[in-house]
């Protein structure tokens, strides 16, 4: 399902999205175009229990917070520091 269709279906939600098909912006920006929806909640905490079980599984996804625009980027920023 398209991304557009996803956001206008589920206004103000927070969505699990799968199975993604993104448009590389540039080097560090990609675009969402679409994916499938896995789950749909307006606890933030749930669905980012959600995320977490999903990525344990090995599925690639992401969420959408509910002031997510219709254009869906996503920036990849590198972790500095020492994790634990």
Do not use: C
């Amino acid at each position: 399902m398209k991304w557009s269709e996803i956001r206008s279906q589920h206004p103000d939600k927070f969505i699990l999205i799968g199975d993604i098909v993104e448009e590389r912006i540039s080097g560090s920006k990609s675009k969402i175009l679409e994916g499938n929806i896995l789950e749909v909640t307006d606890d933030g905490k749930a669905i980012r229990k959600a995320y977490r079980r999903f990525r344990d599984k090995g599925y690639n996804v992401i969420y959408s917070l509910p002031t997510t625009p219709s254009e869906f980027v996503v920036e990849d920023v590198p972790i500095k520091g020492i994790l634990k």
